[in-house]
């Protein structure tokens, strides 16, 4: 029995073989594999947010005829910041039944969608309108929820308001504590649009437009004219559009800024915004306790003084009676300096103090400002103390006092790490910058040093990042070499060992970045001893604040 198994088994292979039906054999079908199905378009969302990728991007498009997108990294910090202000503005606008919709793209996996759109840093925000997919709008409001909202909605909706009587438009006029009205005599005209453009982006003041004859004499115009109305200061500044260049954007945004505020501006967590993004770079402070009398007495000849240097110097008051602890231990005040002034360039960084026991008058006040802006003061350079042992171990110790003599000397090859205390890429590297400073020691021509740079200021160069590291060659020129290649033991020592020529570029570490005046300019998102950075818990470039945003912004984009 067993054999005529075995028998049949063996004949039932050999007539599979010869119908072609054997493993492996020629002419033999494989089974056909399942087809895959094609990525969903599906639009899915988080928290009202539609999530999306190249394949469901053009479905969002045609869905949604406003679309606010943000293209996002996960690593991204700022984008974390953002994530739940834009959360929160997603719902308010559900909540509205608005047309508008946000959206988000993670960059880094989409890489094909941030090509096509030029997403070259994060987070980066792109308005979509009907659909139009080569044309984005580049996102300039402020970066919390309102006014993300606010933003929107200026673009839907007219961005000013006609007003055609006298009544329409002292009504406006008085319906808030700032209103801008565009007098044109003609509607059409290309100024007209260049006006409305920096409406639509100034979502936190109010446009009015008239081209009416009775308007224009009402108050007293012959020519287009673009006028901020005011209910503080002098009520009212003019700005007379050129008859032959015609309305400048740029001009009329840094007027409007500048013209909105208060001569005098008093430093609180609900001014600073407006005070950095005015772009006015000298900043006169001055410091009083609110709570003594004769003190605020003082304020009258500061306020006398400030219609002379409207836009070219800022002024405001610090009340060390407040939660201004920060900005005193930036100029390296106590609350009973009070009162006194300081004037700072946010720019350069430079700080400058008036002489000893003058008094603040209006005269006192002018006099100063005109001095430092014709170069008669010499800024104050804050610098520690120089340590005993700054030099006795094989990492020098520099301060600002000692800084110019370790690092010009022309008989040295100088490498001074600059760095923050606080900054994690500093402690990172604290170990390798000691074995670099080991390994060399006994070397005659070369120093390894290190100096703080939020307790030490020098004149010669301002620290944008951290850590910054230059190279001062030996040698008569004071020349200065900026390190910008890779941060380990190998790389230094062959730029050390080639004279101070940099390596073959690699990948650059990340640093802390700060704003255009650098780290003592005014706030961080960590704590910089700084007037500004110390303020807003922000790091802000002035370069990179969109000159049409009158809110509150986020830090520049990260690359």
Not at 362 to 373: N, P
Not at 509 to 514: G, I, N, R, S
Not at 519 to 545: E, N, R
Request: aromatic letters at 10%; glycine letters at 6%.
């Amino acid at each position: 029995m067993r054999r005529y198994s075995l028998l049949f088994f063996v004949l039932t292979v050999w007539a599979w073989t010869l119908n072609g039906e054997g493993a492996g054999e020629e002419g033999v079908e494989a089974p056909e594999e399942a087809t895959p199905e094609p990525p969903s378009d599906e639009l899915l969302e988080e928290d009202d947010i539609l999530v999306l990728t190249q394949h469901n991007f053009g479905r969002a498009l045609q869905e949604h005829r406003y679309l606010l997108v943000e293209f996002y990294a996960p690593w991204c910090g700022h984008c974390r910041a953002l994530a739940p202000e834009y959360a929160k503005a997603a719902s308010l606008l559900k909540n509205e039944s608005s047309e508008l919709k946000l959206a988000k793209v993670d960059g880094p996996a989409e890489k094909e969608l941030a090509e096509e759109f030029g997403v070259t840093g994060y987070p980066a925000l792109k308005f979509f309108k009907d659909g139009n997919r080569s044309q984005p709008v580049e996102f300039t409001g402020p970066r919390e929820a309102e006014g993300i909202v606010r933003w929107l909605k200026r673009r839907l909706g007219p961005s000013a308001t006609r007003l055609e009587t006298e009544a329409e438009a002292a009504q406006f006029i008085d319906s808030q504590d700032i209103v801008i009205v565009g007098f044109f005599k003609d509607l059409q005209d290309e100024d007209v649009a260049g006006f409305l453009a920096i409406a639509e982006d100034a979502v936190d003041l109010t446009f009015g437009l008239t081209d009416r004859p009775e308007l224009f004499q009402k108050y007293d115009l012959s020519r287009d004219t673009v006028v901020l109305f005011k209910k503080f200061d002098e009520g009212r500044a003019d700005f007379p559009v050129d008859e032959e260049l015609g309305l400048d954007q740029a001009d009329l945004t840094h007027f409007l800024v500048v013209h909105s505020m208060h001569l005098v501006t008093e430093f609180n967590s609900q001014t600073s915004s407006k005070i950095f993004e005015a772009r006015i770079l000298n900043h006169l402070l001055l410091f009083i306790n609110q709570t003594l009398s004769p003190h605020r007495e003082l304020l009258k000849g500061f306020q006398e003084a400030a219609p002379a240097f409207r836009g070219e110097i800022l002024f405001v008051v610090v009340d060390v009676a407040g939660e201004n602890d920060h900005v005193l231990q930036y100029f390296g005040m106590n609350a009973t300096d009070a009162p006194t002034l300081r004037l700072i360039n946010v720019e350069t960084t430079k700080k400058y103090v008036p002489g000893a026991g003058g008094e603040i008058t209006a005269a006192s006040v002018s006099a100063f400002c005109q001095d430092v802006l014709s170069g008669k003061v010499k800024p104050h350079l804050r610098s520690q103390e120089i340590p005993a042992d700054w030099d006795q171990k094989p990492v020098k110790v520099l301060v600002g006092k000692n800084f110019e003599e370790v690092a010009f000397d022309a008989s040295k090859n100088v490498f001074v790490k600059f760095y923050a205390p606080w900054c994690t890429h500093c402690k990172e590297m604290a170990q390798t910058w000691e074995d670099l400073a080991e390994k060399y020691k006994d070397r005659e021509d070369i120093v390894i040093a290190e100096l703080d740079s939020t307790a030490n200021e020098l004149e010669a160069f301002a620290i944008r990042g951290f850590p910054t590291l230059k190279y001062f060659p030996a040698g008569p020129d004071r020349k200065v070499i900026e390190y910008k290649s890779s941060r380990d033991l190998e790389t230094f020592s062959k730029f050390l060992d080639n004279g101070g020529v940099l390596p073959e570029p690699e990948p650059k570490e990340p640093e802390v970045p700060l704003p255009v005046g650098g780290l003592f300019q005014y706030p961080p998102a960590v704590p910089l001893h700084s007037y500004s950075q110390v303020v807003w818990g922000k790091v802000y470039d002035l370069s990179q604040v969109i000159s049409l945003s009158f809110g509150p912004q986020f830090p520049p984009t990260v690359k």
